[in-house]
């Protein structure tokens, strides 16, 4: 298993815990653009601020 596996992974069972946007744990498989790849770690990073202040 190749690293981005790994990470695909971590994100889908972070998900699944409720710790990252749910969104990010059924990605399609497909190629993203590092725009893509940005906007989405930018609506993660969001995610998890929100869920944080509001514990």
Known sequence: M???EV???IVVKLAR???VSP???KLPEQ???EA???????EAAD???????HQ
Do not use: M, V
């Open 47 to 53: 995610f998890i601020e929100a869920k944080a202040k």
């Open 17 to 19: 815990a409720g710790i």
């Open 36 to 42: 893509e790849a940005e906007r989405l770690a930018e």
């Open 23 to 25: 969104q990010l744990g």
């Open 2 to 4: 190749n690293a981005d």
């Open 31 to 33: 190629d993203y653009s």
């Open 7 to 9: 990470y695909r992974h």
